[in-house]
């Protein structure tokens, strides 16, 4: 008579993989052990989060594994919501700086044409130190003449 055996299932970071724990082989995330064995399955739940399949220990770890998961609150880690909420903040203000940098490209670049203006006599037509940026103002100025 063959002796009777026990699945069981890795719960957590390790589901799913496979590895050898406590003398038994996981392929997949479950082994097969000894149903007389429960020294073998106490050491198994206890220490590497494996708990026979179907059983309520597997449940109950199953549940509080998600809910740590969806909390974020596994060992310390945020969860990758929070850690894609920050990223998205993050890129918010780059933008916000970014935009900032622009708009003081465009006024020094408008108060260098002014001053190049006013220093070969021309003075620009009002409309031009009034107007908003526009695509010409988005390149850099061309250097004035060279002074003799």
């Given at each position: 008579m063959a002796a009777r055996v026990v699945e069981v299932e890795l719960v957590g970071p390790r589901a799913g993989t496979s590895c050898v724990l406590a003398g038994f082989?996981?392929?997949?995330?479950?082994?097969r052990v000894p149903a007389d064995a429960q020294s073998a399955l106490d050491i198994?739940?206890?220490y590497h989060s494996a708990y026979p399949r179907e059983s309520r220990d597997f449940e109950a770890a199953q549940a509080k594994w998600e809910e740590r998961q969806w909390k974020?609150?596994?060992?310390?880690?945020?969860?990758?919501?929070?850690?894609v909420a920050r990223a998205r903040e993050a890129v918010e203000d780059l933008k916000a700086e970014l935009e900032a940098s622009r708009r003081e490209r465009e006024e020094l670049a408008a108060r260098l044409a002014r001053a190049e203006g006013a220093k070969s006599g021309s003075t620009p037509a009002p409309e031009a130190s009034a107007a908003p940026a526009t695509e010409s103002q988005e390149k850099p100025p061309k250097p004035g003449k060279a002074a003799k």
């Amino acid at each position: 008579m063959a002796a009777r055996v026990v699945e069981v299932e890795l719960v957590g970071p390790r589901a799913g993989t496979s590895c050898v724990l406590a003398g038994f082989e996981f392929v997949g995330g479950v082994a097969r052990v000894p149903a007389d064995a429960q020294s073998a399955l106490d050491i198994l739940a206890t220490y590497h989060s494996a708990y026979p399949r179907e059983s309520r220990d597997f449940e109950a770890a199953q549940a509080k594994w998600e809910e740590r998961q969806w909390k974020g609150d596994s060992a310390g880690e945020a969860s990758s919501t929070k850690e894609v909420a920050r990223a998205r903040e993050a890129v918010e203000d780059l933008k916000a700086e970014l935009e900032a940098s622009r708009r003081e490209r465009e006024e020094l670049a408008a108060r260098l044409a002014r001053a190049e203006g006013a220093k070969s006599g021309s003075t620009p037509a009002p409309e031009a130190s009034a107007a908003p940026a526009t695509e010409s103002q988005e390149k850099p100025p061309k250097p004035g003449k060279a002074a003799k």
